[in-house]
């Protein structure tokens, strides 16, 4: 599985969870339809979960105007993804991440969504750097 796709089936499964609740492993079978999964997918799953309570606190404190429980679904959980990768995933280049994360906001989110996400990422950037 390619890592942008990789990326998407994990969008979509921290989608499910955050919204209905479901547990992960059902999210990650209901978005892979029946296809392999794939160790990256997995890792971001469960690593953004497992880190939620770091991560949000992240994401608020690179908020101007704006607090995490008023962002838009899509947008708090591409933010999620991509401050985990940002974090916790030294092998993945930041601009990277940052990009592959504006790409998604393009796919998933509203017309504003990938400038918010570029905005916020960049300010986790330079806190990460």
């Known amino acids: ?3 942008r796709t990789a990326r998407e089936k994990a969008l979509q ?8 609740q479901i547990d992960p492993k ?6 892979l339809e029946d296809k392999k999964s794939d160790d ?3 890792e971001l799953l469960f690593g953004t979960i497992e880190h939620k309570e770091d991560i949000d606190s992240f994401i608020s ?4 105007n704006w607090k995490l ?10 933010l999620s993804l991509a401050a985990f990768e940002l974090k916790y995933m030294e092998d993945i ?7 592959e994360a504006i790409e998604l906001a393009k796919m998933f989110g509203d017309d504003d969504s990938s ?10 950037k330079k806190q990460i750097s």
């Open 1 to 3: 599985m390619k890592r």
């Open 13 to 20: 499964a921290l989608f499910q969870v955050e919204v209905s």
């Open 26 to 31: 059902e999210a990650l079978e209901h978005v």
């Open 40 to 42: 990256f997918l997995e």
């Open 61 to 64: 404190l690179n908020l101007e």
């Open 69 to 78: 429980e008023r962002l838009g679904n899509v947008d708090r959980v591409i």
């Open 93 to 99: 280049p930041s601009n990277v991440s940052i990009d």
């Open 115 to 124: 400038k918010f996400i570029n905005a916020v990422l960049s300010k986790m």
